[in-house]
T-cell receptor, first 110, second 113 residues
Framework: GQQLNQSPQSMFIQEGEDVSMNCTSS?????WLWYKQDPGEGPVLLIA?????ELTSNGRLTAQFGITRKDSFLNISASIPSDVGIYFC??????????FGTGTSLTVIP | DSGVTQTPKHLITATGQRVTLRCSPR?????VYWYQQSLDQGLQFLIQ???????AKGNILERFSAQQFPDLHSELNLSSLELGDSALYFC????????????FGPGTRLTVL
């Protein structure tokens, strides 16, 4: 079956630091999505990537679609306390999204 | 606010019981997805419906079933509940397949005692 590995599993950083996380899969995908889940809430889409090699930004967030189409990366610059939450990658298969990465739990220390 | 509503927000029940979780998708969305998120676990895909028909199945137990009604709202039925079924259950909707993103509801927290 599909294997999605997301790392790191958790991060504890100081406010103002940059954050990097990644997701790798055993299969090739045509679309990668990144979601953030605040405590007690449902996930919210942050960034969508549709082409291999694509680099997309959304404010302090930057995501890249790996050239092999088996991986994706998310960077957060100058972290702030409200960045706290769990970040999930989610590739689309056949246009449908069924899989989520294992999640990266981010804690920002003021 | 994603536009997806889920009821109830919290549910506490006993082992062996049956419960029904309800989801109303965003206006115009045809696809509904159900996910289970256990403590310290990621999101596990359970099942997808598209315009009233089952479209895809994930790791859904035989004790669980779902349906999507003509008005596009969906219900997830969980029966013979076990302690391990305690989790957050999320519903998400999307316009259709293809490149459409999913919008998640606030979830139903199920506690089985």
């Amino acid at each position: 079956g599909q294997q999605l590995n997301q790392s790191p599993q958790s991060m504890f950083i100081q406010e103002g630091e940059d954050v990097s996380m990644n997701c790798t899969s055993s299969s090739i995908f045509n679309t990668w999505l990144w979601y953030k889940q605040d405590p007690g809430e449902g996930p919210v889409l942050l960034i969508a990537l549709y082409k291999a090699g694509e680099l997309t930004s959304n404010g302090r967030l930057t995501a890249q679609f790996g050239i092999t189409r088996k991986d994706s990366f998310l960077n957060i610059s100058a972290s702030i306390p409200s960045d706290v939450g769990i970040y999930f990658c989610a590739p689309l298969e056949g246009g449908n999204q069924f899989y989520f990465g294992t999640g990266t739990s981010l804690t920002v220390i003021p | 606010d994603s536009g997806v509503t889920q009821t109830p927000k919290h549910l506490i029940t006993a082992t062996g019981q049956r419960v029904t979780l309800r989801c109303s998708p965003r206006s115009g969305d045809l696809s509904v997805y159900w996910y289970q998120q256990s403590l310290d676990q990621g999101l596990q895909f359970l099942i997808q419906y598209y315009n009233g028909e089952e479209r895809a199945k994930g790791n859904i137990l035989e004790r669980f079933s779902a349906q999507q009604f003509p008005d596009l709202h969906s219900e997830l039925n969980l029966s013979s509940l076990e302690l391990g079924d305690s989790a957050l259950y999320f519903c998400a909707s999307s316009a259709r397949g293809g490149r459409s993103e999913q919008f998640f509801g606030p979830g139903t927290r199920l506690t089985v005692l």
